[in-house]
């Protein structure tokens, strides 16, 4: 899958948050505990869909161990389960890795 088809579905889906997060103006700022959390998984979401399985300076074990430490995983938040789908999206066609 080419980088382009990664970020088409990435941003098809980002788009497809639920609208509960822009309702009000606390959601909008949000806690900075939310918007520390965004940057993370956004972060983490750059990584897979233009790093794994690519020669670059962050390699597949230190992506693994990026998402590890973000405890995205065990997450439950709406923002969470999106990100986990759309890292396990756009690495769903690699055979390797």
């Known amino acids: 899958m080419t980088h382009c088809c990664r970020l088409l579905k990435a941003i098809l889906f980002i788009c497809l948050l ?13 806690s900075s505990k939310e918007t520390q959390k965004l940057a993370e998984y956004s972060a983490l979401l750059h990584a897979v869909i233009y790093d794994w399985n690519f020669t670059s300076a962050i390699s597949n074990e230190d992506i693994k161990k990026r ?14 389960v999106v990100f986990r789908h759309l890292m396990a999206l756009s690495t769903a066609e690699e055979e390797q890795y």
């Not at 998402?67 to 969470?80: K, R, V």
Request: hydrophobic share 25%; charged share 20%.
């Open 18 to 30: 639920p609208s509960t997060y822009a309702t009000s103006q606390e959601a909008v700022i949000g």
């Open 67 to 80: 998402i590890e430490e973000s405890g995205i995983q065990q997450d439950e938040s709406e923002l969470s």
